[in-house]
């Protein structure tokens, strides 16, 4: 099989291939890498590329096929782990000089369930400094761009991912979301990414796991891969608790053909008190029609819970800066990001009164949200109310820019519900859209049968310009 055709294999077709022995893992990895060389260079995508690493277990692998013994459902798949997600014996640096030598003592558990079923990893991929922007560039390892525009970003934090699964490099990724940072890069690069219900994955490395509001969680190019690495990853673990009260139930099983058949969709246009750029709205109403045509009842909604999240979001996100990153910024100082040391400043400042009252707010967001699913079976929106912004614009997470551009993001994070990213179309100058999709909790399963569906009434995929 072609370089390029091997490169541009889903996951599930990766692990049946080398299942069958029709394709070779390290082929696979032979290729991907060879691509790495070639567009590394321009995209920026990852903190630390492991080749020797992935060429190794990509020979164990192909040893385990060889020899007949029992295969996991990622075996031989390749993967990409964003750089705040542990690996052990890898640096963990969080896109920071303040973190450039810590060394992860054990992998997180994602990663250990990843490795036993079979994958094999690439590399870690960028972000920017402890994940506060819905760009991604830092003081560590500069500029990530979007393989669409080179001017533009794959979006944040989950930048590095992103532009590799555009591109072609890894049909999987691991990302994680405080505020979108699955979504919004899912979104800018074309691709598709699940931030899951609270607990659905466990993420053992919070301070305080009562107030989490922060996710890991699959990317992929496509549905069926997305849900094939949710099912990997899903399952409780002792030291979280909102995981174990989890559903375990396998998630990998065939998308039925009337997904949308009766599916009650409440679609919002224009989210909260923020306005949708025309021709986002354009597309990601057209892919709403799309569902109404095959039989989905498509109400618009509007409703006041959304108006005011945004100061909610911030207090809660900045005092978790603060409280969590203010020693490293009272030691490093300058050489931190000017934007997380201002985010840190601000959390800072809020009492415990404020703390509180923004905890009892994100609560009655949960309610109201709840009570809309009493309505609806999905609440569809644009995944950011413009198009990939350029590589410049900032992003940080107490700014009025990020308020907007990622309204829709932020509030699934507070009240913790299942929401993914799904392409919708490119723009007229050859940007990604996405639409994204939310359902009650624990409704992955019919989110991502909802994704498929789109992605089939889509036709196949572009590639981008930068391939």
């Known amino acids: 099989m072609a370089s390029d055709d091997l490169c541009n294999l889903s996951a599930a077709d990766v692990a049946t291939l080398v299942a069958a022995r029709k394709t070779s893992p390290v082929e696979v990895v032979d290729a991907i890498l060879a691509r790495v060389d070639r567009l590394e260079p321009r995209l920026n995508m990852f903190a630390e590329l492991t080749a020797e690493t992935a060429l190794a277990s990509a020979r164990a692998a192909e040893e385990a096929v060889m020899a007949g013994a029992p295969l996991g459902p990622l075996h031989g798949v390749p993967i ?78 989950s930048g590095g991912a992103s532009a590799a699964l555009a591109c072609g490099i890894a049909p999987l990724a691991v990302g994680t979301d405080g ?57 409780p673990l002792a030291s979280d608790p909102y995981s174990l009260g989890a559903p375990t139930s396998d998630l990998r099983r065939p998308i039925p053909d009337q997904a949308a058949k009766g599916l009650r969709i409440g679609w919002i246009e224009h989210f909260g008190p923020y306005r949708t750029d025309p021709e986002v709205a354009r597309l990601t109403r057209a892919a709403v029609m799309a569902l109404a045509a095959e039989g989905a009842l498509v109400e618009e909604l509007h409703d006041p819970c959304f108006d005011d999240v945004f100061e909610t979001y911030v207090v809660l996100a900045t005092t978790a800066h603060a409280t969590r990153l203010g ?50 079976d999905i609440i569809a929106t644009p995944t950011m109310l413009a198009p990939p912004t350029r590589v410049d614009a900032g992003g940080s ?34 940007l990604p859209v996405g639409l994204q999709l939310v359902g009650p909790w624990f409704a992955e399963p019919r989110i991502l049968d909802v994704a498929a569906l789109l992605e089939r009434l889509q036709g196949p995929a572009r590639q981008p310009p930068i391939v």
Request: glycine share 10%.
């Open 80 to 157: 990409t782990i964003k750089d705040n997600v542990a690996v052990a014996g890898l640096a963990l640096r969080n896109g920071s000089r303040a973190a450039a030598d810590v060394v992860a003592a054990a992998d997180a558990a994602v990663v250990a369930r990843i490795k036993a079923a079979g994958a094999v990893m690439i590399g870690k991929t960028t972000l920017p400094e402890f994940a506060h922007k819905v760009l991604t560039d830092s003081p560590l390892h500069g500029i990530t761009r979007n393989p669409w525009s080179l001017d533009h970003t794959p979006g944040g934090s």
């Open 179 to 235: 505020g979108g940072s699955i979504r919004c890069p899912a979104s800018c690069t074309g691709v598709a990414g699940i931030k899951a219900t609270l607990g659905r994955i466990p993420n053992e490395v919070m301070p305080d796991g009562f107030a989490n509001f922060a996710f890991v969680g699959p990317m992929a190019r496509n549905a069926r891969d997305v849900a094939l690495l949710l099912s990997v990853m899903a399952g």
């Open 327 to 376: 020693p490293l910024a009272e030691r490093f100082g300058e050489a931190m990001t000017e934007s997380l040391r201002t985010s840190i400043a601000r959390g800072a400042r809020y009492s415990s009164v404020e703390w509180q009252r923004a905890g009892d707010k994100r609560t009655t967001l949960f309610r109201s949200v709840q009570r809309l699913f009493e309505r609806f």
């Open 397 to 430: 997470i107490e700014t009025a820019m990020y308020a907007e551009w990622a309204a829709p993001l932020y509030p699934f994070n507070l009240t913790g519900h299942p929401a993914a990213s799904v392409p919708a179309g490119l723009t007229a100058d050859g």
